[in-house]
T-cell receptor
Framework: GENVEQHPSTLSVQEGDSAVIKCTYSDSASNYFPWYKQELGKRPQLIIDIRSNVGEKKDQRIAVTLNKTAKHFSLHITETQPEDSAVYFCAATTGGYQKVTFGTGTKLQVIP | SAVISQKPSRDICQRGTSLTIQCQVDSQVTMMFWYRQQPGQSLTLIATANQGSEATYESGFVIDKFPISRPNLTFSTLTVSNMSPEDSSIYLC???????????FGQGTRLTVV
């Protein structure tokens, strides 16, 4: 089955700096890669996603890149703000009602 | 996006007892998923529930411990049976979007076993 590794497990950045979270996956059949943000005590919520036919996607301060050959994808947050502090999970799936495999999570702390 | 109502939101239970968690979706969905999230950990899939058939369990999870019902296309229950303190976790139900990719989550059930 799919295995998703995520690094780093914790990340502290100064407000205004950039944050990068990296993930690798094992199943070459995976073709959809969502990123979830989970604030303390709340459910995970989708913040951005990318499909395997796209190399990069951007939404305001958030961007995701995908390297299919190397089987890795990354989340980039620019101009970080204190409200970006949360746990971020990457995930991979083949879609089509198949299960989603989550990474181990990254706790991001943005220091004002 | 799907609206998922999960209850109870939290409970404190005595060891040896069972708790049933309910998940209601505002639209018909093919599959519903149940996850466990232990404190400070990632989400681990317990099982996939299809309407009209037995749930499919992931390695390490068994039906006797986590029986699941899926009586229709909008509702599912997960029971945590014969609980021990190690079962203390957040349990989340999830469904896929109509595009059959993105996962939507219920608000979770925070279970504490004492």
């Amino acid at each position: 089955g799919e295995n998703v590794e995520q690094h780093p497990s914790t990340l502290s950045v100064q407000e205004g700096d950039s944050a990068v979270i990296k993930c690798t996956y094992s199943d070459s059949a995976s073709n959809y890669f969502p990123w979830y943000k989970q604030e303390l005590g709340k459910r995970p919520q989708l913040i951005i996603d990318i499909r395997s036919n796209v190399g990069e996607k951007k939404d305001q301060r958030i961007a995701v890149t995908l390297n299919k050959t190397a089987k890795h994808f990354s989340l980039h947050i620019t101009e970080t703000q204190p409200e970006d502090s949360a746990v971020y999970f990457c995930a991979a799936t083949t879609g089509g009602y198949q299960k989603v495999t989550f990474g181990t999570g990254t706790k991001l702390q943005v220091i004002p | 996006s799907a609206v998922i109502s999960q209850k109870p939101s939290r409970d404190i239970c005595q060891r040896g007892t069972s708790l049933t968690i309910q998940c209601q979706v505002d639209s018909q969905v093919t599959m519903m998923f149940w996850y466990r999230q232990q404190p400070g950990q990632s989400l681990t899939l317990i099982a996939t529930a299809n309407q009209g058939s037995e749930a499919t369990y992931e390695s390490g999870f068994v039906i006797d411990k986590f029986p699941i019902s899926r009586p229709n296309l909008t509702f599912s229950t997960l029971t945590v049976s014969n609980m021990s303190p190690e079962d203390s976790s957040i349990y989340l139900c999830s469904v896929e979007s109509p595009r059959a990719v993105e996962a939507f989550f219920g608000q979770g059930t925070r279970l504490t076993v004492v």
